[in-house]
């Protein structure tokens, strides 16, 4: 396991970005502290692997389900213009992905999700809770 990976040691430095909302065989929800795009959440693998395609086929299908579910759970919950999914990982390799509700009024509209820690908005703890229970009534 890397010991620099926040996604692995689930240190501090990933309670400052994220709070796991919940977890599957394959790979963990998290809400994004950053509420810029309401509704915004980051999947991770559970697994330390850098690529899609280093992933087992099953593994890799079961990842792609969980993107699947939590961007429809978002979407239910949140009812933006439409989700966007960004795998990037330049700076963090550990395979996760974006899933960002956008917004036609909204922040980076018609435009790549820009993860730029200038622009951030955060919530009270009691927020981010409601959010958490607003998107998990739709993942059951
Ligand atoms: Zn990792």
Redesign the pocket.
């Known amino acids: ?2 010991k620099d ?5 689930k240190d501090a430095k990933l309670d400052a970005l994220m709070i796991e909302l919940s977890r599957f065989p394959a790979s963990t929800l998290y809400l994004s502290k950053d509420q810029t795009n309401p509704g915004r959440c980051i999947i ?1 693998l559970n ?2 692997q850098t690529e899609l395609f280093y992933l087992e086929p099953s593994i890799r299908q079961q990842f792609m389900e969980d993107v699947s579910k939590c961007a429809y759970a978002i979407q239910q919950a949140f009812s933006p213009d439409k989700m966007n999914y960004a795998i990037y990982g330049d700076l963090v ?2 395979l996760h992905v974006h899933l960002v509700p956008k917004y036609k009024t909204g922040n980076d509209w018609g435009r790549a999700f820009n993860n730029n820690t200038d622009n951030i908005n955060m919530l009270s703890t009691a927020a981010y809770l409601s959010l958490i229970e607003r998107i998990k009534v739709y993942l059951k």
């Open positions: 396991m890397p990976c926040f996604y692995c040691t991770a697994d330390h390799s550990h």
